[in-house]
């Protein structure tokens, strides 16, 4: 039996492995869950043998050479971002095409859900990265704000250590900011900063009908040493979150016992389902192809990547057809 250590977020995806309702065969678990922004900073330092790595920073490390980790085709987290836009209500941002010329706050340019938010803007409304001025700082008073800014050939990027995004949004010093988290300056009662998409969803839906992409934000690891001194290894990981993924898909179809705090989850997933498919979060190479081939397109079309990576030269191989899984009892 192999000991292996694992980082990730508890979602309701990861949990059956994490509370041992499903088992790797010839695998001991030891899960740790940690917010994905941890796991990523201590990946850096190899401290887990499995870990959640961001999609965005795993490419980045291809440039270098060998990284650290081999990444599996497990997408642990996936997200529409075009709720990820957040302009001051003054500034007159009706529109994508607003933000040409305007100062763009964000925590740290070179983030997943950044590159799918300036992939969407070019393709979708015409509005390329160097077309606005990107200053990067800490989201709010408090964190830790960026040493050195982003260097990106022909963007304008500025680091800003000292200040906090969200405060400089709500008093209008910065025009609008995007990333994944949601500035504390936006929310009920703040009339001052508003989503550039008020009607998200509908966007983010039609998005999926014109690309067919559900958008990748994070991949699992397994460290390099692991992959290669055990051959099997990898294939029985995969097996063990398919199954957990699938677990979860079930839990949300379970009209007894809801799977989340919500009185209509069963029914907003049947609503995902009819739009999406049965097999909307799918694991596997195959079935991703596409949406990664166009990450990775983005991704060096951004001057983040110094040559386009394939999927398929740094995903492992793996069979989610095999049966190297044990699910038990709760």
């Known amino acids: 039996m192999l000991t292996l250590t694992l980082a990730c977020a508890?979602?309701?995806?990861?949990?059956?492995?994490?509370?041992?309702?499903?088992?790797?065969?010839?695998?001991?678990?030891?899960?740790?869950?940690?917010?994905?922004?941890?796991?990523?900073?201590?990946?850096?330092?190899?401290?887990?043998?499995?870990?959640?790595?961001?999609?965005?920073?795993?490419?980045?490390?291809?440039?270098?050479?060998?990284?650290?980790?081999v990444a599996l085709p497990v997408f642990p987290s996936r997200a529409f971002r075009h709720s990820g836009i957040y302009v001051h209500a003054g500034r007159g941002i009706r529109s994508p095409a607003d933000l040409r010329g305007r100062t763009i706050g964000t925590p740290d340019?070179?983030?997943?859900?950044?590159?799918?938010?300036?992939?969407?803007?070019?393709?979708?409304?015409?509005?390329?990265?160097?077309?606005?001025?990107?200053?990067e700082a800490a989201m709010e008073a408090?964190?830790?704000?960026?040493?050195?800014?982003?260097?990106?050939?022909?963007?304008s990027i500025l680091a800003v250590p000292d200040q906090d995004l969200s405060g400089m949004l709500a008093r209008g010093e910065i025009d609008a900011v995007v990333g994944a988290k949601v500035p504390s300056c936006f929310g009920p009662g703040q009339d001052d900063v508003a989503r550039l998409f008020p009607d998200h969803q509908r966007v983010e839906q039609d998005y999926y009908r014109r690309t067919g992409f559900f958008p990748i934000m994070h991949v699992l690891g397994l460290r390099r040493d692991l992959h290669e001194r055990h051959p099997w290894l990898a294939q029985a990981i995969c097996q063990g979150f398919e199954a957990a993924r699938r677990m979860a898909l079930q839990d949300l179809r379970d009209v007894c016992q809801?799977?989340?705090?919500?009185?209509?989850?069963v029914a907003e997933y049947q609503r995902t389902v009819d739009l999406m498919g049965e097999d909307y979060w799918p694991y596997g190479l195959d079935a991703n192809r596409e949406v990664l081939q166009a990450f990775a397109r983005y991704h060096f079309q951004q001057g983040l990547s110094a040559r386009l990576h394939s999927p398929g030269d740094w995903l492992a191989p793996a069979n989610f057809s095999s049966n190297r899984v044990t699910t038990r009892s709760a």
């Open 258 to 265: 809801l799977a989340a705090t919500l009185p209509w989850v």
């Open 10 to 69: 508890a979602y309701d995806r990861t949990r059956p492995l994490i509370d041992g309702r499903v088992a790797i065969e010839g695998v001991e678990l030891r899960a740790t869950t940690l917010h994905p922004e941890a796991a990523f900073a201590r990946a850096k330092a190899a401290e887990f043998d499995l870990t959640e790595l961001s999609l965005s920073g795993y490419l980045r490390s291809l440039d270098a050479g060998k990284p650290t980790y």
């Open 109 to 135: 340019y070179k983030t997943t859900a950044n590159v799918w938010i300036r992939a969407f803007l070019a393709h979708d409304h015409g509005v390329q990265p160097h077309e606005m001025q990107w200053m």
């Open 142 to 155: 408090g964190e830790p704000g960026p040493a050195t800014a982003t260097t990106v050939p022909g963007v």
